[in-house]
């Protein structure tokens, strides 16, 4: 199987214009994609763009009566960690810190008092969860330096 990318490869900028429309609406079909995209081609166009992406693999069809409704083959939380990845990698130098910060500064005058007690208990749960992490490894060192003793 091929390395999952993102933005997936091989895939022209169109073809990315519609595989967004895809995973922002959960599923779609040649009409509703064709409904969102700039400049629209015709319906042929659009419907020759999805066979085209769900021949490299990018989305599968379901029936529905007698229309074909199009969904990404990548799982949408998974398709959100390989984009968040990409974006780290090429604008924050691999920082996720940096990037919720440019994101928080971005939306500063959004961000309620609710978001902030949220983040607030995710990063507790970070801290536990590397507090735990840090007691196992210093439980591990010092299973070491005793020998093995315990």
């Given amino acids: 199987m091929e390395r999952e990318t993102w933005p997936p490869e091989g895939v022209s900028g169109r073809e990315r214009e519609i595989l967004d429309i895809i995973y922002r609406r959960g599923a779609a079909t040649a009409a509703d994609v064709q409904g969102e995209l700039i400049d629209a081609p015709v ?10 992406l769900e021949a490299k693999g990018h989305i599968r069809h379901r ?8 969904e990404p083959t990548v799982a ?4 959100r960690a390989l984009a968040f990845d990409w974006l780290t990698r090429t604008f924050f130098s691999g920082s996720a810190v940096k990037a919720a910060a440019a994101a928080l500064d971005h939306a500063a ?8 007690a949220e983040l607030t208990e995710f990063v507790e749960q970070i801290r536990s969860k590397d507090d735990g992490d840090r007691s ?15």
């Fill in 43 to 52: 319906y042929g166009a659009v419907r020759t763009m999805l066979s085209r």
């Fill in 63 to 70: 029936q529905e009566g007698p229309r074909y409704v199009y």
């Fill in 76 to 79: 949408p939380q998974r398709a």
């Fill in 109 to 116: 005058t959004q961000v309620t008092d609710e978001d902030l």
């Fill in 136 to 150: 196992s490894a210093r439980s591990d060192e010092s299973h070491e330096s005793d020998g093995g003793r315990r």
